[in-house]
Every structure is written in structure tokens, then in C-alpha cells.
């Protein structure tokens, strides 16, 4: 039953401009229920986000396809995260290069996505719990980076953890109403070249860490 509406799901990617055969074969081999809680299971292969809890959302998979096929990934890559959330989309991404970075602000979301990867099985996803807009500059440099919280714009801090031909795909906005979708390119000469792609609504991205102590 599942199974179909996934093979159904893949085929509306596919006619909405998904055309890259590795990214909807990544997209097919994650089990989205699992990232769902469990009274939207039936509705784990609606082309629609769906709330994960804390306020937050699990994106809608065109927009994951769209975001993985701008990112233009090759198999050695290492790629950054900024957002986890349920871990959907690091899951995708890990079945496309050799290791994803993802950071959450939310250490509640933080365990259950981590849960998620173990039981899957998906062990190049590597996690942290903290600030996003700092990124990670004990791994960096990253080949690409991913922001699935919206921001006014890209945090230098994050540029700087960028290699030379890296590639940044981010929403960028007034955080609460619509943003847009921008790719940036790091050319040789250490600038960036930026792109404007396609209208989009993400949740914001916001400061420090929730979660323990620091409960808001
Ligand atoms: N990538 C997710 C969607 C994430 S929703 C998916 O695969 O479906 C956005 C997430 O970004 C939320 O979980 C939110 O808590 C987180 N977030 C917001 N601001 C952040 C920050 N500064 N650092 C890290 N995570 C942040």
C-alpha cells in the first residue's frame, strides 16, 4: 500500500522537473513513514509537509527533490546541514555523497532523528546539537551546504566553511512570510556567484540550542 504511493509520489516528482535519475532513486529508498509520527503514516506519500512536533515541519519531498537536484552532488562529497529536523532530508542526502553534517537546535528532534538514521541503518550521517548559523568548523570545509530553516541571509561564518566550487542552496527571506530559494556557487577568485531558483516557505531559522537546560 505504501510501497505504491511512494512508486506514485516518485512519478509526480519525476513530471514536476525532478529528471536526475540518482536523486529520485536516493528519494525511493528512504522509507518516509519512518520520519513521520505515526498518525501520518498514511500520509507519508502526499507531495505535502507534515508537522514532526516542537512546531516544526518535515518538508514536502518536491522540495526535497528540487533542493537535492540544485545541489548538483557527486559520491565523494561531504555536505552540511543546517536544520535536521526528523532527518528526512540527511537521509536522501546520504545515499547521494560520502558524509553529511547535520546540526539541530532542538535536542529533542536532534534524538529522535538519530534514532531514525540508526534503525535505517544510515550510517554517514554524522550530528551534532547546537547553533546552525555556526556551522562546523572542525569538519569544514564542505563541498556543499543545505539550509532548511529560512534566514534574512547566509551567515559569513557559514561562507567561510565553504571549499573553492562549493555549492550553497538556502532560503532566504522575511523569515515567517515567503522566501526565496538561492543557490551559490564559491568561484576561484573566493567570490559568489548567486542564483535566485524558486519561491519557497521554510520555518524560520532562529538562535542557540533548545533543549536540557536551556528548555525554552
Ligand atoms: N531538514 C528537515 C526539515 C527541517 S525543518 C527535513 O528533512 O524535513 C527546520 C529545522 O531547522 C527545524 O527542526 C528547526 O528546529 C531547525 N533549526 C532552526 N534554526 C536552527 C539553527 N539555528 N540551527 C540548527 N537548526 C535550526
Not at 568561484?187 to 556567484?193: A, C, K, L, Q, S
Amino acid at each position: 500500500m505504501l510501497e505504491a504511493r511512494k512508486i506514485r509520489l516518485v512519478m509526480e516528482l519525476r513530471q514536476q522537473g525532478i529528471t536526475d535519475q540518482a536523486v529520485l532513486s536516493a528519494i525511493e529508498k528512504v522509507p518516509r513513514e519512518s520520519f513521520v509520527p505515526e498518525s501520518f503514516h498514511d500520509q507519508a506519500y502526499e507531495n505535502t509537509a507534515l508537522p514532526i512536533g516542537h512546531g516544526q515541519t518535515i518538508s514536502q519531498p518536491s522540495v526535497v527533490g528540487f533542493m537535492t537536484q540544485a545541489l548538483e552532488i557527486g559520491p565523494r562529497m561531504k555536505i552540511l546541514e543546517v536544520g535536521t529536523g526528523c532527518g528526512y532530508q540527511a537521509a536522501v542526502l546520504a545515499g547521494l555523497c560520502r558524509r553529511v553534517y547535520s546540526i539541530e537546535r532542538f535536542r529533542e528532534l536532534l534524538r529522535e532523528a538519530e534514532k531514525r538514521l540508526l534503525d535505517l541503518r544510515v550510517n554517514n550521517v554524522t550530528t551534532k546539537w547546537g547553533d546552525g548559523a555556526s556551522g562546523w568548523p572542525e569538519q569544514a570545509p564542505f563541498d556543499r551546504m543545505i539550509l532548511t530553516a529560512a534566514a534574512t541571509e547566509v551567515p559569513q561564518e557559514l561562507l567561510d566553511q565553504m571549499s573553492e566550487n562549493g555549492i550553497i542552496i538556502a532560503p532566504v527571506g522575511e523569515t515567517s512570510r515567503e522566501q526565496t530559494l538561492i543557490r551559490m556557487r564559491h568561484m576561484p577568485d573566493n567570490t559568489w556567484e548567486k542564483e535566485e531558483l524558486w519561491p519557497v516557505r521554510f520555518v524560520p531559522m532562529l538562535d542557540g540550542k533548545v533543549g536540557d537546560n536551556s528548555e525554552q
